[in-house]
């Protein structure tokens, strides 16, 4: 039971990450003044980018989550996607020249495509597989 739990977070991560990868380079071929992710080696500054979404997404996240509660609740939850704004601008920050995003709109457009890829995952892909105890509890 313990291997198959760590086989389906290990799922979890991979997919996770190539629909991070496809989203940013999907965006940066569609907005190409907007978007920037260096040409030398693009596929792995993509991939490097994705993998800090990822773990901007595990840790940080649910902190900014916990501490914009009153904004997200007065707003009616479209203030959300803003928190991915802000972990984008954070892998801008760490990447550097590598990767930067110009104007907030685009920067949100992208953490809304990126909101939707989870949804879209958590929904599909996903929904029964749980990491509960050790073992798929869908198999119960």
């Known amino acids: 039971m313990l291997k198959k739990n760590i086989f389906l977070k290990l ?18 071929l569609v907005f190409k003044n907007t978007l920037y992710i260096d040409n030398s080696y693009y596929g792995l500054w993509c991939l ?3 993998i800090l979404i990822y773990l901007l ?6 902190f900014l ?9 007065i707003t009616l939850g479209l203030f959300y ?10 892998v801008s920050f760490i990447l550097g020249d590598h990767f930067a995003i110009y104007g907030i709109w685009f920067a949100v457009l992208v953490s809304i495509c990126i909101s939707i890829l989870n949804v879209i995952l958590d929904m ?3 929904k029964n597989l749980t990491f509960k105890g050790g073992k ?5």
């Open 57 to 62: 997404n595990k840790t940080i996240k649910p």
């Open 81 to 90: 996607p803003f928190i991915n704004l802000i972990i984008l601008k954070i």
């Open 11 to 28: 799922f979890d991560w991979v997919i996770r990450i190539l629909g991070y990868t496809v989203i940013l380079m999907l965006m940066t």
């Open 65 to 73: 989550v916990w501490l914009t509660i009153p904004i997200t609740g």
């Open 124 to 126: 599909t892909v996903f």
């Open 48 to 50: 490097i980018a994705s």
């Open 136 to 140: 798929n509890e869908s198999n119960n």
